[in-house]
């Protein structure tokens, strides 16, 4: 894969607006993880002001406001934000949306938020380790002091008990094709055709959150693919399909 098919790529994510339309369409195989997130949400924020960095077509800003908190959701990718904006209003919801690129939220002041969020491994949608880093960073500088950053993706290792994961890292290792990092993958879309997704290790999340400037406070594995269960015991980094990281800042 050549790095001018891979910006392709990253141009029609940002850009598309039938990817916006149909995104959940794809997805609904994660109901489990949906039905988890929010649950684990629920539990980390009872209250305050909430930024969701990346929103998608705004599953958790809609499900915050529902609750009567108050909610600024953010999308790089404008169709997103008005699916989310269509959603809100059809609930007679009210949350503030914006369309800023995640890694430079400089129209935001500093320590605006109580809480800040980016689900469903939205931060793996951004290539390079210096702009996903970037992208924390913005996260926590926006965060009030004593607040969260709550951060999830998906695990590099996935579920070493699952055959079709070793092998993706096993190709991962070994078969890098030209333009991608480790842990960067090119999966196929049934709306964009190609779409690229970085997977993390927890040390990885642990150096970002560092280097932000914040505390890691807990991390919560995800059992399996399909993220529904959270897993326990001295080998759940490596038998789990992604982790959630909440970060304390400083």
């Not at 969701?52 to 908190?69: E, W």
């Not at 209003?89 to 890694?103: H, M, P």
């Not at 990092?181 to 560092?210: C, I, P």
């Amino acid at each position: 894969m050549k790095s001018g098919g891979i910006s392709l790529i990253l141009e029609k994510e940002h850009t598309s607006r039938e990817y916006a339309g149909h995104y959940f369409e794809t997805e609904s195989e994660m109901a489990g993880l949906f039905r988890l997130d929010t649950a684990i949400l629920n539990s980390l924020i009872a209250q305050g002001s909430v930024f969701d960095a990346m929103i998608g077509p705004g599953r958790h800003v809609v499900q915050l406001a529902r609750r009567g908190l108050s909610v600024h959701g953010n999308d790089f990718n404008r169709h997103m934000v008005d699916v989310a904006g269509k959603q809100l209003r059809k609930e007679k919801l009210k949350a503030n949306l914006t369309n800023y690129d995640v890694t430079d939220l400089s129209a935001i002041k500093s320590g605006s938020f109580g809480s800040v969020i980016c689900m469903y491994n939205a931060l793996g949608s951004i290539m390079g380790s210096d702009k996903r880093q970037a992208a924390v960073s913005e996260m926590a500088r926006v965060c009030k002091a004593g607040g969260r950053v709550i951060l999830h993706t998906h695990n590099l290792f996935g579920d070493l008990s699952n055959w079709d994961d070793i092998r993706n890292l096993i190709d991962n290792f070994l078969t890098q094709p030209k333009g991608l990092g480790r842990g960067d993958f090119v999966a196929h879309d049934k709306y964009l055709g190609n779409t690229f997704q970085h997977f993390f290790t927890a040390r990885e999340v642990s150096e970002m959150f560092g280097k932000a400037g914040l505390s890691v406070e807990k991390k919560i594995f995800l059992r399996s693919w399909r993220q529904d269960r959270i897993a326990h015991g001295p080998l759940r980094e490596f038998l789990s399909g992604g982790f959630i990281f909440v970060g304390r800042k400083f």
